[in-house]
């Protein structure tokens, strides 16, 4: 079974500053993809950035990048130069290439302050 | 294009009640499912279709149905509801046939249960 760890339920960060957030996950199958979404107070979800198992650069998307570590099973977010507006819950998600059911881990809230 | 439509967009219903929750898309994918997101909670599977005809079970099925007719339709039906059945429920689609990195998801339906 797939299984999606996002261990820090909240996070700060000062305007202008790079922020981390944490993803492992869990999958016995050798294709698979992690995204990470983004979701705003106002409820939708915002497809971000993806990584599919067998890439062998870490995804990049403006200020948004992956820390793919396939070893460690690790699908960490890199936000650049935080900005007030990238205030919402974050969400690391992960399929496998042969499944249809993509789980999502419980989410991360950032708060960027100013 | 209006992408992932979804309605009502809020609900209230009483123990015992049933419902449709609508989503439609007009992107013509393939691949279409219903999550549901519990407070501190990521998204969580409830059925998932891969074409017109077909549908199946994700990681929470119990208490929900779902048909699909027609490529760009999918309800959700709560047959008798519960108070457990609080929740935001989420439409999204994506086409099959390779990983796609991008869901695209609906803006949600947020359904209270008394």
């Known amino acids: 079974a797939q299984k999606i760890t996002q261990t820090q339920p909240g996070m700060f960060v000062q305007e202008k500053e790079a922020v981390t957030l944490d993803c492992t996950y869990d999958?016995?199958?050798?294709?698979?993809?992690l995204f990470w979404y983004k979701q705003p107070s106002s409820g939708e979800m915002i497809f971000l950035i993806y990584?599919?198992?067998?890439?062998?650069q870490n995804a990049t998307e403006g200020r948004y990048s992956l820390n793919f570590q396939k070893a460690r099973k690790s699908a960490n977010l890199v936000i650049s130069a935080s900005q007030l507006g990238d205030s919402a819950m974050y969400f690391c998600?992960?399929?496998?290439?042969?499944?249809?059911?993509?789980?999502f881990g419980a989410g991360t809230r950032l708060t960027v302050k100013p | 294009n209006a992408g992932v439509t979804q309605t009502p967009k809020f609900q209230v219903l009483k123990t015992g009640q049933s419902m449709t929750l609508q989503c439609a898309q007009d992107m013509n994918h393939e691949y279409m499912s219903w999550y549901r997101q519990d407070p501190g909670m990521g998204l969580r599977l409830i059925h998932y279709?891969?074409?017109?005809?077909?549908?199946d079970q994700g990681e929470v099925p119990n208490g929900y149905n779902v048909s699909r007719s027609t490529t760009e339709d999918f309800p959700l039906r709560l047959l008798s509801a519960a108070p457990s059945q609080t929740s935001v429920y989420f439409c999204?689609?994506?086409?099959?046939?390779?990983?796609?990195?991008?869901?695209?998801f609906g803006p949600g339906t947020r359904l209270t249960v008394t």
């Open positions: 999958t016995s199958d050798p294709s698979y993809g």
């Open positions: 990584q599919g198992s067998y890439d062998q």
């Open positions: 279709s891969v074409g017109a005809g077909i549908t």
């Open positions: 998600a992960m399929r496998a290439n042969n499944n249809n059911d993509m789980r």
């Open positions: 999204a689609s994506r086409p099959t046939g390779t990983l796609s990195p991008e869901q695209y």
